[in-house]
């Protein structure tokens, strides 16, 4: 009798352990029932019948894909490798598992061809300035073609833009020059203002003769400050005027 008893107990136990599954919030059950599609369940509590039922778990949460870096001949026939980060999340569970082997190695390779598909249609400084452009570009085609899956491409990053060496030379140059240019340009500008403030200030020491004494005058207080140094005074500019005016 007891043995009866205690074999009764493991059935009812395996019968629990292969019958009785606990689905996640984040995750989904999709049931085949004699290998036909029954019914996502989930999440909480889920009864299969044994044997009969098949449960696959699907995570619904928000992946993050690491697109290894892919050689990508530019529109300018320049050589670069690009790598790039794509987030995705599944939404529609019955597609992903019926419609799709494996919706994430799927999504990989789609977003490997993608990637070199887009960035070899722009030049390299498009590459270079307009990421923002290319990743919704990128992203507009993996979540257009991931649709059938069940899958949702939120946001595509590039991360990685490696140039050949000589290229960054050439960058390198080019920057240096560029900043060169600048420098010549602003150093000239400096010049142009400094030259239009001394005519300026010229014009008015003209029509004004007492500022030039006024100049005379601070330029002589300032030379003065200088505890070591030697002043030689010369005759005031009225007495050499008076002289130069007296009649002979």
Request: glycine fraction near 2%; aromatic fraction near 6%; include cysteine.
């Amino acid at each position: 009798m007891s043995f009866t008893l205690i074999f009764i107990v493991i059935l009812i136990l395996l019968f629990l352990q292969t019958s009785v599954k606990v689905i996640n919030e984040y995750e989904r059950a999709v049931v085949l029932r004699l290998g036909k599609f029954l019914a996502v369940k989930g999440p909480g509590l889920i009864i299969l019948l044994p044997i009969i039922d098949k449960m696959v778990k699907i995570d619904l949460r928000t992946v993050t894909l690491d697109v290894p870096p892919q050689e990508v001949i530019t529109k300018d026939n320049v050589s670069i490798r690009v790598s790039a980060v794509v987030y995705y999340r599944v939404l529609d569970p019955e597609k992903s598992f019926l419609q799709v082997e494996d919706y994430h190695y799927a999504t990989s390779q789609l977003a490997q061809t993608t990637l070199r598909s887009i960035c070899g249609q722009a030049e390299l400084d498009e590459v270079l300035a307009e990421r923002e452009k290319l990743n919704l570009k990128i992203q507009e085609i993996l979540d257009a073609e991931t649709e059938p899956w069940g899958v949702k491409v939120s946001k595509v990053e590039i991360k990685e833009i490696d140039l050949p060496e000589e290229m960054k030379r050439a960058m390198a140059k080019q920057a240096e020059a560029e900043r060169e240019r600048r420098a010549k340009i602003i150093s000239a500008d400096g010049e142009y203002q400094a030259s239009k403030t001394l005519l300026e200030a010229a014009q008015i020491m003209a029509q004004n003769p007492i500022t030039l004494q006024l100049r005379y005058l601070q330029t002589l207080t300032e030379i003065a400050s200088e505890k070591n140094s030697t002043i030689l005074f010369p005759l005031p500019i009225e007495l050499l005027k008076a002289l130069t005016n007296n009649p002979k």
